[in-house]
């Protein structure tokens, strides 16, 4: 049982340059996330899925496109990539419950730089 | 619009001190959900507690503890007997709503170092 993973844990990429991040779950999770964490921020939330074909704004969708074509896996897209997008990446993944809110599992994290 | 506050930014302790790390609230709903995550150096996001609205009871773990005061709109967490492994930024978070709306806010994270 893996929880969650990413892929890849570094990047460095040139401005507007494309690339995608991939999170996969194997806990069967109906809800998945994706936010990114800079130095005194916090995470703010990018995207998030509450199921398969499923997605929807958070709270810093500008620059970032999502797919959530399978169930276990929750793709995160820069079609070109901009220094504002150095950050840390994390995925996250919860159960869904009717009248309740689960507990978010993180995966490691992806450290993106853009120069 | 819900937010979270943690004003401290840093704490430093030696090993052994007892440390309480604040927590503050705004929501409109009667409903919600809190969290407190712990960040290692490591940089994995690692959940600690989940506290509902109606259950003000204060929890204990261990040399961990929570404190929620509705009245205060608080959820404050204290470090008994601190450790050098304690040392983490620690984040507290808020959901308003749940179901398909379920998301999580965010505090700016607290860095406590304890020291030996």
């Known amino acids: 049982n893996a929880g969650v993973t990413q892929t890849p844990k570094f990047r460095v990429l040139k401005t507007g340059q494309s690339m995608t991040l991939l999170c996969a779950q194997d806990m069967n999770h109906e809800y998945m996330y994706w936010y990114r964490q800079d130095p005194g921020m916090g995470l703010r939330l990018i995207h998030y899925s509450v199921g398969e074909g499923t997605t929807a704004k958070g709270e810093v969708p500008d620059g970032y496109n999502v797919s959530r074509l399978k169930k276990q896996n929750f793709l995160l897209g820069l079609e070109s990539a901009a220094p504002s997008q150095t950050s840390v990446y994390f995925c996250?993944?919860?159960?869904?419950?009717?009248?309740?809110?689960?507990?978010?599992?993180f995966g490691p994290g992806t450290r993106l730089t853009v120069t | 619009a819900q937010k979270v506050t943690q004003a401290q930014t840093e704490i430093s302790v030696v090993e052994k001190e007892d440390v309480t790390l604040d927590c503050v609230y705004e929501?409109?709903?009667?409903?919600?959900?809190l969290f407190w995550y712990k960040q290692p150096p490591s940089g994995e996001l690692v959940f600690l507690i989940r506290?509902?609205?109606?259950?003000?009871q204060n929890e204990i773990s261990g040399r961990y503890s929570w404190n929620f005061q509705k009245s205060t709109s608080s959820f404050n967490f204290t470090i008994t007997a601190s450790q050098v492994v304690d040392s983490a930024v620690y984040f507290c978070?808020?959901?308003?709503?749940?179901?398909?709306?379920?998301?999580?806010?965010f505090g700016k994270g607290i860095t406590l170092s304890v020291r030996p």
């Open positions: 506290r509902n609205s109606f259950d003000e």
């Open positions: 996250a993944s919860s159960y869904s419950g009717a009248g309740s809110l689960y507990e978010q599992y």
């Open positions: 929501t409109r709903d009667t409903t919600y959900y």
């Open positions: 978070a808020l959901s308003e709503a749940y179901g398909a709306n379920s998301k999580l806010t």
